[in-house]
């Protein structure tokens, strides 16, 4: 007989005498699939997820007995659909979601078919936290000034969220002002289990920004996707994955008294990269898993994205059930957490030999040492005595190897600005503690406060030109620094909160002082940031700063009042006292007891159900926001808001496949091209596409907001993409001095003008031309952007050539109808000597696909050679074949909806 759920539900025992039921893993042996308890544990949870769901449908036995057999190092071919119990949304990637929901309503009116068709079958909690900006900082009230400007800027944005919240059942919108989603994640809305009925089940989720993976500190499985890949799993439809490598990370020793959780964040995150997790789970175990907090637990959970995993995942024990009860969840909710993973086998941190993995890598924490990361990936550790040499070095590194390609001279010029102060090479013009990698954890935050105390106390100061910023996670990070006593010191070095949000982190750094942006621009500065967050990508954090360090709170503080990154503050002063005696970073740094004395007075438990118990009326903009109401979207002339294209058009059978023959290269990327490189979130340029069509449409420049913000414009974001600043497109011949041409550029072949690649990608249209991007390593790696791979559809190309993948981006390329394929080991833009004037065919794939399979790229160069290499379509599995065929995965969901018949109408009286 088939397996069912049915087979595998037991009972089990609850505190007072109370009982519940689940899946039990423990039944598998007597149903003849094995004995789990030494797979991976979240590979179990996993397979709790299809053994509750398993119908022959979107879950088979075939599937359930594949995962039970998992051996660690067999080849990965099978596809593992993973039905989740919620999903979670920020705003920037929230509103086009909202937008692609909105239009599916439509076409499904368009088939007779009533709009709730398209409805969430699973919770959906949208938090909005990206849209704020740091406009205004070192004012007393620069916290609702800012959310002033939020508002205002955003009040069609928020309008059309609210307008969702209405018509979409089990959407909850959490307003501005509460906090960054993945902190009010982990606070509040992670509840550890889930229950229907009787049956108990884990809290399981994926969310529309990589850095899902925080909650993965709780034992809560989840990772980021893409909005398509969430929509599709709001809508019943499993994730589906390949069967992943789980890579055991064994953390050995303990902390060392002056280390953060940051820096052990970043060490992990070079050695894993170094280490190739790219697309595996990653699981943590060992004495040194267990000695750590479960906010430093979530710091490294956090940064999976960056170390390439798509999991970071901590097994559920002790440290993540008193983390529960001490963040306000109910005695039921954490004794329910408990006893079913206890019920399950799956409690407590393993030890060395109790799990079976692909590998194990193994860090010893006691060797991790102060360092940031920078100046453009994070990955990229500095040790922090090192910082200085190394900034040195890149300014006089030859621009052909990366470098600034500055002589001595040059690279020790100074600017005077009118206030007396002067700028220089490694000036520090940004500032900011954000982002939810730390300020979700109250021992590196209350560190800075710390560290800001006592550099007040010994009358050091920050220089005025500098933007700096605190924007807490959560409301609950202000209010134990108030209760320390810390919130004042950190306002008076000019960290005053600033906003609830990620601010900085996602490019929303906000202008620069006019002066000091002339001063920078006219002399061509390589000026810093510092930034307690996850991302440093380049144009990323602000077009101006070409240097950009992450490292931990306290850190940002004290490079704040070096006032510059070429400092060596083992050995070189912050400033002078009083008495114009130096001061050192050691002089300041806050001691072990101090900082134990500091989180004895973080929040206790009421604090989080008291902030968190009406957050929808958490502002009165939010309340005062009239909306439409009614099931189905009104569309209106709005350069925020429209109908998305991607359904055009849609009728039932997909449209035939068209060959990819005499297709042009619209882009030669290089390595570590991101998403931000291929949809920036920052401010629009006026002379940009984006800022020529909104100045057509009546839209100020002072009005422009970022990329980000107008993520529901498919008119603004389809000429954005490829539009980041720092673009460097190999087809452009090089500038003076070697210098790479930086900006979302090309050359229209064969014509060789040059202009826009939004410009060249709409000539290329217009003549019927398929065009191709080429790129090498790690292409698409950063924030889990859609429309990184929405509007590379919508300019109209048919394929991405790269050396190899970020996870999230591949998919949402799949899934977007745009096809990924991958150079053979040894070949690559420059060894096919590729120059963006040839011609080519793609061949081998026009009777269909097959997941894998091997296809033939036929280059025609302009003298009239023609060669060939093998490529390797990077459609890894047979649903992803289903979903490309039918023309990306927002046709394929309609498709598969629309096909089922709708039920009859209930009879009359």
Not at 133 to 152: I, T
Not at 191 to 201: A, E, N, Y
Not at 431 to 448: G, Q, R
Request: net charge neutral.
């Amino acid at each position: 007989m088939a397996l069912t759920p049915q087979d595998t539900r037991r009972p089990f025992a609850l505190a007072g005498g109370r009982r519940g039921e689940m899946h039990a893993l423990g039944a598998l042996p007597a149903l003849g699939l094995g004995d789990v308890s030494r797979l991976p544990v979240s590979l179990r949870i996993l397979l709790e997820s299809m053994l509750r769901h398993v119908d022959g449908q979107r879950v088979t036995e075939a599937q359930v007995r594949a995962l039970a057999a998992w051996q660690p190092q067999a080849q990965r071919t099978e596809e593992l659909p993973f039905v989740v119990s919620r999903i979670l949304l920020q705003d920037f990637t929230g509103v086009p979601l909202l937008c692609d929901l909105a239009a599916m309503r439509d076409v499904a009116l368009q088939f007779g078919r009533e709009p709730g068709l398209i409805e969430p079958l699973v919770p959906v909690d949208l938090v909005v936290d990206h849209s704020v900006q740091v406009d205004h900082f070192r004012e007393a009230d620069a916290l609702d000034l800012n959310m002033k400007l939020e508002f205002a800027r955003n009040a069609e944005r928020y309008r059309f969220l609210k307008w969702g919240a209405q018509a979409f059942r089990r959407l909850r919108v959490v307003p501005p002002g509460v906090g960054i989603v993945h902190q009010v994640n982990l606070e509040h809305l992670a509840r550890g289990v889930h229950w229907q009925g009787d049956l108990c089940f884990p809290d399981t989720l994926v969310g529309t920004d990589s850095h899902t993976t925080m909650v993965n500190a709780l034992g809560v499985l989840g990772w980021g996707v893409g909005g398509i890949e969430a929509e599709a799993g709001l809508l019943g439809m499993p994730v589906s994955i390949l069967t992943p490598d789980v890579v055991g990370v064994h953390l050995a020793g303990r902390l060392r008294a002056g280390t953060t959780a940051t820096d052990l964040v970043l060490t992990l995150t070079e050695q894993l990269r170094a280490a190739n997790v790219v697309g595996q789970f990653v699981e943590f175990f060992g004495e040194g898993a267990a000695s750590l907090s479960l906010p430093d637990r979530a710091t490294l959970a956090n940064m999976a994205p960056e170390y390439g995993a798509t999991v970071g995942f901590f097994p559920p024990d002790d440290v993540a059930a008193d983390y529960l009860a001490a963040t306000g969840r109910s005695a039921n909710e954490v004794d329910a957490f408990r006893c079913y993973f206890q019920a399950q086998q799956m409690f407590g941190m393993p030890r060395s030999g109790d799990i079976d993995y692909s590998r194990v890598l193994t860090l010893n924490l006691d060797q991790v040492v102060s360092c940031v990361a920078g100046p453009g990936r994070p990955q990229d550790r500095v040790a922090l005595p090192d910082l200085k040499r190394r900034f040195l070095a890149d300014l006089r590194r030859p621009a052909t190897d990366g470098g600034q390609g500055l002589s001595v001279l040059a690279a020790g010029q100074r600017v005077a600005l009118a206030t007396g102060a002067s700028l220089g090479h490694g000036s520090v013009l940004i500032a900011a503690i954000t982002s939810c990698t730390n300020t979700s954890n109250p021992s590196v935050m209350l560190a800075a406060g710390l560290l800001a105390r006592n550099a007040l106390s010994r009358g050091l100061s920050v220089p005025a030109h500098i933007k700096t910023s605190l924007a807490p996670g959560s409301r609950v990070v202000t209010d134990y620094l108030a209760q320390a006593g810390l919130l004042a010191p950190l306002a008076q070095l000019g960290f005053r909160v600033v906003a609830y949000g990620c601010t900085t982190c996602i490019g929303n750094s906000g202008p620069l002082d006019e002066e000091v942006a002339d001063a920078v621009a006219g002399h061509a500065l390589v000026v810093a940031s510092v930034l307690s967050g996850n991302r440093n990508f380049e144009s990323r954090i602000h077009p101006q700063v070409r240097a950009n360090y992450l490292m931990s709170p306290p850190l940002v503080v004290a490079f704040a009042l070096a006032g510059r990154v070429d400092i060596d503050l083992d050995h070189e002063a912050l400033g002078n006292d009083a008495l114009g005696r130096p001061v050192l970073l050691r002089d300041v740094w806050p001691s072990a007891a101090d900082l134990a004395e500091a989180q004895r007075s973080a929040a206790p438990p009421s604090t989080y159900q008291r902030l968190y118990a009406a957050h929808a009326q958490a502002h009165p903009s939010w309340t005062a926001i009239v909306t439409p109401q009614g099931p189905l979207a009104a569309w209106a002339g709005s350069t925020y808001i429209a109908r998305p294209p991607f359904l055009d058009g849609f009728e039932l059978e997909p449209p035939a496949w068209l060959p990819v023959r005499n297709a042009r290269a619209l882009a030669l990327l290089g390595d570590s091209v991101t998403t931000d490189h291929i949809s920036p979130a920052g401010a629009i340029a006026r002379d940009s596409p984006a800022g020529v069509w909104l100045l057509a449409a009546g839209v100020a420049e002072a009005s422009f907001n970022s990329y980000g913000s107008r993520r529901g414009q498919h008119e603004v974001m389809l000429r954005g993409t490829f539009a980041n600043p720092r673009l460097r497109n190999l087809m452009l011949p090089a500038g003076p001095n070697g210098r790479p041409v930086e900006g979302g550029m090309t050359l229209l072949r064969p014509d060789g003008t040059r202009m826009s690649i939004y410009d060249a990608a709409m000539a290329h249209r217009a003549r019927g031309t398929p065009t191709l991007v080429f790129a090498g390593h790690d292409y698409g790696s950063g924030s889990s952007r859609d429309w990184a791979a929405k509007g590379t559809q919508l300019l109209g190309v048919r394929a991405v050539v790269a050396r190899s993948y970020e996870r999230i981006h591949r998919s949402n390329l799949v899934g977007m109808g745009v096809l990924p394929l991958q150079f053979g080991e040894h070949d690559s833009i420059a060894s096919l000597g590729l120059t963006g004037g040839e011609t080519f065919d793609l061949l081998g794939i026009d009777d269909g696909l097959q997941p894998g399979q091997a296809v033939t790229l036929r280059i025609a160069a302009p003298d009239g050679q023609r060669r060939g290499c093998r490529l390797r379509l990077r459609i890894d599995t047979p649903m992803e074949v289903a979903t490309f065929c039918d023309g990306g995965l927002l046709p394929h969901v309609m498709r598969s909806l629309l096909r089922v018949p709708a039920a009859p109408a209930a009879a009359g009286p």
